[in-house]
């Protein structure tokens, strides 16, 4: 076995090896590191000696020899005969090997190393120095010790190595199929002969890294082909006969792989007898110190047995009987503290029994004092009223634990609650006192008189009601004491939630209390016989039953008990609700201000901090801020609570006031008005209470008001046609009480007339009805007398007939209702139109289609019912204007347009209707002019003018007459302009009617023509006085003289004497100036002429 030697001139060490370039195992070539096993195998294998043996030599020489790992990157580029250490000779064949560049390696980012002070490694080493020289001296101990195998530094390093290398080939990554591909090409160095340095001092063990890895894998078995191969270098057992050379050596002539066998097994039989020898020093040393210790052991357990027995001997001497002492003592005391406990137990159970027996007798103030006492007794707390004796018979411990009080707390919570239900009825009783006091006190007027302050506006003539403070603000100081004194007991009764709960219940059946005291009777005692009662058998009326005799009762009552009762209704809830708003704020504000140890309650829990918070008196009067008062202010919540009341006292009403639907249709304009404002202004007053307006009873409101507008418009209608359908046409007197109601309708216009703004302000009282009798009064004076007065438009005179007037009224009616109902202006103007739509249409069937002749039982129409009816036309058409201007006020302006374009309409079919009036007496005038004319034609002229006694025909006094008859009754009922309108057109009539009739007249002698100018003269005389005749009579005079006369024979003979008939001309001065010489008894016979006149109207039609 060769030493290994370092060359001069190389780097690397060779170790034994034989000549034979094919034996190169257990030195590994290239492809073995590149198909070897795992990281932990060897990452070079050298050809002349182990790493170790490098190291020592390298060390021995002092030279610095850097071996670098075969992932570096210089050995990377470096040729694989460099790295690899293996001569040129000997290195493998590899013609596709291609060396890497710098590019082909991945750039490494290098790690900044911090730098550390010396002085951080002091602990450490200071730690680990004494450990560091007992290991020392132990190593330079073996080493003296053991000459043959004496080892230094080196040595120790080469042990090192070996274990690692050793563990590593002993891994399980190893396998066989591994190794003998890795073996396969393992080629050995020859042997070449070195020289020991003369500096190495002693011969160096052989690594067991020599021994190939194949002997240490767990899987080697030598039968194993594969293993085999690699144990005998693939050498042949048997040669071949054939005699083909194998390259293969004879195993049985492989001297160099029988030397390497051997040197194998003395190189592991070396490295045992090594670590025997140095084990076996330890071993016996440590055998020694067991020995020892056992001694010593033994040695303890024997003092230890006699320390027991000592201590057991002065426990049983002195410690138990002291024991025994000190345990007598505190049962003594313990018992003390029972007899104490059992005392105060006792005391809790009669201070129970006795806040029972106060609670039972009414005494609710000390019953809660003595339960507050009875809690701080079993608190262990000192009481507020303490007792002397108690404190000298023991001292007080909190019990609260005990099983024994369990119930007492229930107890003691039943005592609180009757005595909180002592205190809810004292509290409801001065809240529903108060109430119920306040209601009664407090005046229907002045409830209205406070709506009608807050919830309208003043309008021009109305005053506004001076305001006062309200009687539902004015709280007492004794109600304010009272019920702070009961919050205060509800507070320590722990009771004041449930209390206002409660509460909230029974004011809600206040409200409908206050609804049920005023309605009628639901009993039907009165209108039930005797034999319907015994009939019944006395059984109790059904809820349906009562419901029925309620609503017909209410049906029955009247409009001034409806409306009084109504107003009760209304004003008790108003009050009742404000005064209960009043009495929240006042609960709340006392609730803030108590004592926050007076609204919690103490804790069940023994804490002592708790107990000191709740049973220590309160240093000041500060505001609380508990649950408690959050939850009574949450349970009398003003707005919900007032919300609630408002809704319960508007759905009993809204089925009251459906009952009578009907009956609030049908009632005059004045009552409904006060109904409507009334419920108006509990509707407004419902929404400042409570924020809500109370969709289901104005539903039912306008429901009504609607049923009442139609049925208005309807009875309207139905007034105006029966008065003029019985209206004989007549002049009549337009008196104090149609004067204001034309005032009302004309002032209308521009403002709402005072009489209708104070209909609707029921806060007042009414004098409607005084008014009303003292104008039917004066106007039935008027209409007694013989002078008939007119109506004044605009400084225009109108005579009216009573339809006219009737108009009138029913038009005023209208706007009252519009200025009461602003909310209905729309659908009374489109009622108002179609009544005077209907006026018109029937005036005009009752004159103009002669229908009054039937209705009224009239003779015929004459021109004073055509005057009349004209004027009441005309009167009519006046007043539209006022009556449009006032609903334009009144009414939106989505729909002001429309209605306005409507009145529009109406009075052109009124103007219209006139128009045809007015034509038709132009008509009637020609018709009789026609008919005089006929007459005329049909005199024989010779023989008239023979009859002397007759100076003017009888078809010419007619039709003067007749003329100046309709002049005196237009001029009478119409005005001029009108009746210069009207006589025009009949003066043109006659002027063309009498021409042609004249001129187409024969007349045959002088007489004759004599005789017919007498006619044409009186014509003349009479028509002349007409206004608006113009020359008229002057016309048909000289028409008349221009006659020619056909007869020579009369022309020719003298003409006869003059006779009154034929000196027509002569006699009307004598007439007129009989008639100047006797103005007087004209006067006097005034009269008896104009109903003469009216007599002769009647010829007319």
């Not at 693939?234 to 054939?242: G, L, M």
């Not at 138990?320 to 007899?339: C, F, H, P, T, Y």
């Not at 303490?386 to 099983?403: G, V």
Request: with cysteine; charged share 25%.
């Amino acid at each position: 076995m060769a030493s290994p030697i370092r060359p001069g001139s190389q780097g690397t060490y060779a170790s034994p090896t034989a000549t034979s370039p094919t034996t190169e195992y257990p030195f590994p070539s290239v492809p073995q590191r590149q198909h070897g096993g795992p990281r932990g195998a060897l990452r070079r294998g050298s050809t002349s000696s182990s790493i170790a043996s490098t190291l020592e030599t390298a060390s021995l020489n002092n030279a610095t020899i850097t071996e670098t790992s075969q992932n570096a990157i210089s050995t990377l580029l470096q040729h694989p005969i460099i790295h690899t250490g293996l001569r040129t000779g000997t290195v493998p064949s590899n013609s596709g090997y291609k060396a890497p560049t710098p590019r082909d390696i991945p750039p490494v980012a290098l790690t900044n190393i911090p730098h550390i002070e010396a002085k951080a490694f002091h602990p450490y080493l200071s730690q680990v120095g004494s450990l560091y020289e007992a290991f020392q001296r132990a190593k330079n101990e073996g080493e003296g010790e053991t000459s043959l195998f004496h080892r230094d530094k080196k040595d120790t390093k080469n042990e090192e190595w070996e274990a690692i290398l050793s563990k590593r080939l002993q891994r399980p990554g190893h396998s066989r199929t591994s190794s003998m591909s890795s073996t396969t090409s393992i080629q050995v160095e020859p042997s070449q002969p070195k020289r020991r340095q003369s500096g190495q001092r002693w011969q160096a063990v052989t690594p067991l890294s020599t021994i190939p890895a194949v002997y240490s894998e767990e899987d080697f078995h030598l039968e194993n082909p594969r293993t085999f191969d690699i144990v005998s270098e693939n050498a042949e057992i048997v040669r071949d006969p054939s005699g083909t050379p194998s390259g293969r050596k004879s195993l049985a002539t492989n001297a160099i792989l029988q030397e390497k066998l051997s040197w194998y097994m003395d190189t592991v039989e070396v490295h045992l007898i090594n670590s025997i020898s140095t084990a076996s020093k330890s071993f016996f040393s440590a055998l020694g110190s067991l020995r020892e210790l056992h001694n010593e052991a033994a040695d303890s357990v024997d003092r230890i047995q006699r320390l027991r027995k000592e201590l057991a001997r002065l426990d049983k001497e002195m410690a138990i009987d002291g024991l025994k002492v000190v345990n007598l003592k505190q049962r003594r005391d313990n018992v003390r503290q029972l007899a104490q406990a059992i005392m105060q137990l006792e005391d809790i159970v009669k201070s129970v029994q006795t806040c029972d027996d106060m609670v039972e007798q009414g005494e609710i103030d000390e019953a809660l004092d003595r339960l507050d006492d009875v809690e701080a007794l079993m608190a262990g707390k000192e009481s507020r009223s303490p007792n002397t004796d108690q404190q000298s018979r023991y001292q007080r411990r909190d019990l609260r634990r005990i099983k024994a009080l369990e119930g007492a707390f229930d107890d003691l919570s039943q005592l609180r609650q009757r005595a909180g239900r002592g205190y809810e009825a004292r509290f409801h009783n001065s809240l529903l006192s108060d109430i119920r006091r306040h209601v009664q006190q407090t005046e229907t007027s002045m409830t209205l008189q406070r709506w009608g302050v807050a919830y309208t506006r003043p309008k021009p003539g109305q005053r506004r009601a001076p305001s006062a403070f309200p009687g539902y603000m004015n709280i007492g100081s004794e109600l304010r004491d009272e019920l702070e004194a009961e919050m205060r007991g509800l507070s320590r009764a722990r009771y004041t939630t449930p209390a206002a709960t409660s509460f909230r219940a029974i004011v809600l059946r206040e409200m409908k209390s206050m609804i049920r005291k005023q309605l009628p009777s639901s009993n039907d005692d009165d209108n039930v016989s005797t034999v319907s009662a015994s009939t019944m058998g006395g059984r109790n009326m059904s809820q349906q039953e009562k419901s029925s005799i309620l609503a017909r009762n209410l049906r029955a009552l009247d409009a001034q008990d409806w409306y009084q009762m109504l107003a009760t209704i209304y004003t008790n809830i108003s009050e009742g609700l404000r005064r209960l708003s009043v009495q929240v704020k006042i609960l709340l504000d006392i609730t803030s201000n108590l004592p926050e140890h007076m609204i919690k309650s103490p804790p069940r829990t023994p804490d002592p901090a708790s107990i000191d918070r709740v049973m220590s008196p309160p240093t000041g009067r500060a505001r609380a801020t508990s649950s408690v008062q959050a939850e009574m202010q949450q349970v009398l919540d003003l707005s919900s609570l007032l919300g609630e009341g408002v809704d319960l006292a508007q759905a009993q009403i809204t089925k009251v006031v459906r009952v009578r639907s009907q009956q609030n249709s049908e009632l005059p304009l004045p009552d409904f008005l006060r109904y409507f404002t009334l419920n108006r202004l509990f509707a407004d007053e419902c929404e400042a209470i409570s924020g809500r307006s109370g969709t289901g009873l104005k539903s039912v409101l306008d429901t009504q008001i609607k049923d009442f507008v139609a049925r208005f418009a309807d009875s309207q209608k139905h007034e105006v046609i029966k008065v003029m359908d019985a209206d004989k046409w007549d002049a009549r007197d337009f008196g104090e009480r149609e004067n204001e109601i034309l005032t009302r309708v004309m002032e209308g216009s521009t403002n709402d007339a005072l009489r209708w703004i104070e209909s609707t302000m029921i806060w007042q009282v009414s004098t409607n009805g005084a008014e009303a009798s003292n104008g039917a009064a004066t106007n039935g004076t008027a209409a007694a007398g013989t002078k008939v007065r007119s109506a004044v438009v605009d400084e225009q005179k109108y005579i009216l007939p009573e339809s006219a007037i009737a108009m009138l009224r029913s038009m005023e009616t209208f706007q009252h209702l519009a200025a009461g109902i602003p909310s209905m202006s729309t659908e009374v103007a489109t009622s108002l139109l179609e009544s005077l739509k209907l006026f018109n249409s029937r005036s005009s069937q009752l004159i103009l289609g002669a229908g009054a002749t039937r209705s009224a039982g009239l003779k015929n129409i004459t021109t004073k019912h055509l005057a009349l009816s004209s004027q009441g036309l005309s009167f009519i058409v006046a007043l539209i204007p006022y009556v449009r201007e006032f609903f334009r006020r009144h009414l939106p302006s989505s729909t002001s347009s429309q209605v306005m374009n409507e009145f529009d309409k109406v009075k052109r079919l009124f103007q219209e209707h006139q128009h045809g009036i007015h034509e038709k007496l132009v008509d009637i005038m020609s018709g009789r002019a026609s008919m005089h004319v006929k007459a005329m034609k049909n005199i024989d002229w010779e023989e008239a003018a023979k009859n002397t006694a007759v100076h003017v025909s009888p078809y010419m006094e007619t039709l003067t007459k007749e003329t100046a008859t309709l002049q005196k009754v237009l001029a009478k009922h119409l005005p001029e302009p009108v009746v210069a309108g009207i006589m025009m057109p009949v003066f043109a009539s006659y002027r063309e009617q009498w021409t042609n009739a004249y001129r187409d007249v024969t007349i045959k002698s002088l007489k004759a023509k004599e005789r017919l100018l007498a006619d044409a003269s009186f014509f003349n005389l009479r028509i002349s006085k007409i206004d608006g005749s113009g020359d008229l009579g002057e016309h048909i005079v000289k028409v008349v003289e221009n006659k020619p006369v056909v007869s020579t024979a009369a022309a020719s003979s003298p003409p006869p004497p003059p006779t009154p008939q034929s000196t027509g001309p002569s006699e009307i001065p004598a007439t007129a100036e009989d008639g100047e010489q006797k103005p007087a008894s004209a006067q006097q016979n005034g009269e008896k002429k104009a109903e003469s006149t009216e007599k002769q109207e009647d010829t007319m039609t």
